[in-house]
């Protein structure tokens, strides 16, 4: 996608597409990130952010997708505490190998109970984890 102008608060990407040829996406909390280039990546700056589309992804991946992208696609770099965050998510199995969760501290039962989660996360760069503590646990 190509950035067409910068309007003050709103953004004007081409689609590529003649019946929808332009984009509007708002600035503000969250939203994508421009300076990485990755303008389709939803940027989160909280853990309820992140918790609140989580939820969706889990409940309903279609909504969730068409709020926030796809969840490979997730800026989660400002996240710090990753604790639980799919715990109980018995179904999710979504590839988010590409999150850069380099500044996460807090990785406890992170995939708890996500029993049918086996992706591959060797990729991750979690060398400022201090609690992996049954971040694993009952998941595949």
């Given at each position: ?31 994508p ?23 969706l ?17 997730w ?66």
């Amino acid at each position: 996608r190509t950035l067409l102008y910068n309007c003050g608060e709103v953004a004007h990407l081409s689609t590529g597409d003649d019946e929808f040829p332009f984009r509007e996406i708002e600035f503000g909390e969250g939203g994508p990130d421009f300076t990485s280039g990755n303008w389709d990546s939803h940027r989160f700056t909280t853990r309820s952010q992140l918790d609140t589309a989580v939820d969706l992804w889990i409940s309903d991946q279609t909504s969730a997708r068409e709020t926030y992208g796809d969840i490979n696609t997730w800026d989660v770099s400002q996240i710090n505490d990753f604790s639980q965050l799919f715990q109980n998510s018995s179904s999710f199995n979504s590839d988010i190998s590409s999150w850069d969760v380099s500044n996460g501290t807090n990785f406890y039962a992170m995939f708890d109970y996500a029993e049918s989660f086996n992706q591959d996360l060797s990729s991750w760069n979690v060398s400022s984890g201090i609690n992996f503590n049954a971040m694993f646990f009952s998941a595949s």
